[in-house]
Nanobody, 116 residues
């Protein structure tokens, strides 16, 4: 059972990136999925979550209107489209699945660097 995040990299301020998180070994369509990030010296920050059906979503204020979470249950993958990136968005980004109200399974993280 694992989550594999990918898609990070170096982008200029104002640019876009799309992160992917592929799940294996779990009934993906049954789980709420989410994205988090952690910048150096800071606590892990919740960014967005999406319900099992792909319809219900919720965003942190820090990314609302710039980031879009989506999922493809047929591909066992959740995405995070990140637009209008700012240097403050630089961090390691993590995906996670939620079970029983707890974010219980985490991906390994993918690094996003934003140059000014």
């Amino acid at each position: 059972v694992q989550l594999q995040a990918s898609g990070g990299g170096l982008v200029q301020a104002g640019g876009s990136l799309r992160l992917s998180c592929a799940a294996s070994g779990l009934t993906f369509g049954s789980y709420v999925m989410g994205w988090f990030r952690q910048a150096p010296g800071k606590e892990r920050e919740f960014l967005a979550r999406i319900n099992w059906d792909g319809i219900g979503t919720y965003y942190a204020d820090s990314v609302k209107g710039r980031f879009i979470i989506s999922r493809d249950n047929a591909r066992n993958t959740v995405y995070l489209q990140m637009n209008s990136l700012e240097p403050e968005d630089a961090a390691v980004y993590y995906c996670a699945s939620r079970s029983g109200g707890t974010w219980s399974l985490w991906g390994q993280g993918t690094l996003v660097t934003v140059s000014s």
